[in-house]
């Protein structure tokens, strides 16, 4: 069975331009969860998907914002980067959501902003 | 917002010793569930405790959720080179929305 699917895996963008990220979760997963990890803040959780539906989210700007697709692919979309969004963007599948599931995580992009 | 602290943010050790990193919430955690990150990966579960005062083991790893489900720990005997990553433990606060809130991670060395 194929794991979590994020591409790309590296990306340098310029402030100011907008970046779309993609995860593919394992086959069967319905929840897609994503997370920002940086040195200083850790993993903070940005949003998760449900079939299609956004559940939950986390502390973080509008700029910010996802969506999910039937087959359960999901995006990311970060507009008007700023050199502060620079980290390993982290998506976690599960078959959905019940108490204790465990996440199934991808390798990341990792965004640089200069 | 609740807050999950885990401590210590970095522990070198000889290969051989044991580890231990603590994780603490001033809120009752719901499940519990730690991964480990090695350098240049990406987290990768390592199991789940839900009840409280709950023991599991894994070969040289131990786990344990507190008594009043505020904390837990993860206990490594006689280290060994693989065990070299960084661990987080994440509380399954909220249950059926995907939202796992992780302590800032114990950044394990071991020195061969």
């Known amino acids: 069975k194929a794991g979590v699917t994020q591409t790309p895996r590296y990306l340098i963008k310029t402030r100011g331009q907008q970046v779309t990220l993609s995860c593919s979760p394992i086959s069967g997963h319905r929840s897609v969860s994503w997370y920002q990890q940086t040195p200083g803040q850790g993993l903070q959780f940005l949003f998760e998907?449900?079939?299609?539906?956004?559940?939950n989210k986390g502390n973080f700007p509008g700029r910010f914002s996802g969506r999910q697709f039937s087959n359960s692919r999901s995006e990311m979309n970060v507009s008007t980067l700023e050199l502060g969004d620079s980290a390993l963007y982290l998506c976690?599948?599960?078959?959905?959501?019940?108490?204790?599931?465990?996440?199934?995580f991808g390798q990341g992009t990792r965004l640089t902003v200069v | 917002g609740q807050q999950v602290m885990q401590i210590p943010q970095y522990q070198h050790v000889q290969e051989g010793e044991d580890f231990t990193t603590y994780c603490n919430s001033s809120?009752?955690?719901?499940?519990i569930q730690w991964y480990k990150q090695r350098p240049g990966g990406h987290p990768v579960f390592l199991i789940q405790l839900v009840k409280s005062g709950e023991v599991k083991k894994q070969k040289r790893l131990t786990f344990q959720f507190g008594e009043a489900k505020k904390n837990s720990s993860l206990h490594i005997t006689a280290t060994q080179t693989t065990d070299v990553g960084t661990y987080f433990c994440a509380d399954d606060g909220s249950g059926n929305t995907g939202k796992l809130i992780f302590g800032q991670g114990t950044t394990l060395q071991v020195k061969p």
């Open positions: 998907y449900f079939s299609e539906t956004q559940r």
């Open positions: 809120t009752t955690l719901s499940n």
């Open positions: 976690a599948s599960s078959p959905d959501r019940t108490p204790g599931t465990e996440a199934f």
